[in-house]
């Protein structure tokens, strides 16, 4: 089954960045969705952008896209099938959350409602201080 590890969370100070890696392994379709949320306390969990692993179509959210991009790359590792990376410049305090990447099978024009997903990683933290 497919599964997913964040990683490249950590504290940073405003406007500096960050690179968030999602390894996603086990895949049992050619192709899939992948995207990225963030969830803050006392919020519902959003959307920040998705890709298309076998055409590589992005969608960015408009809240984020001038300052995020999302990405992917084939890995050097057997062991992992796809990597989603989500850089983050110009980071903000209210940036501070949780991250998560999830995945589904691939549809066209990837969704970006959480419901939309049925895999999900551990998440990763990300702390902006002023």
């Known amino acids: 089954h497919v599964q997913l590890v964040e990683s490249g969370g950590g504290s940073v100070q405003a406007g500096g960045s960050l690179r968030l890696s999602c390894a996603a392994s086990?895949?049992?379709?050619?192709?899939?969705?992948i995207a990225w949320f963030r969830q803050v306390p006392g919020k519902e969990r959003e959307a920040i952008a998705a890709?298309?692993?076998?055409?590589?179509?992005?969608?960015?959210?408009?809240?984020y896209k001038e300052r995020f991009r999302i990405s992917q790359s084939v890995p050097t590792s057997q062991d992992v099938d796809n990597i989603v990376y989500l850089q983050m410049n110009s980071l903000k305090p209210d940036d501070t959350g949780t991250y998560y990447c999830a995945a589904r099978r691939q549809i066209p024009n990837c969704p970006t409602r959480p419901g939309d997903y049925t895999i999900w990683g551990q998440g990763t933290q990300v702390t902006v201080s002023s």
């Open positions: 086990g895949y049992t379709y050619s192709s899939y969705c």
């Open positions: 890709v298309d692993t076998r055409g590589g179509y992005k969608t960015h959210l408009d809240a």
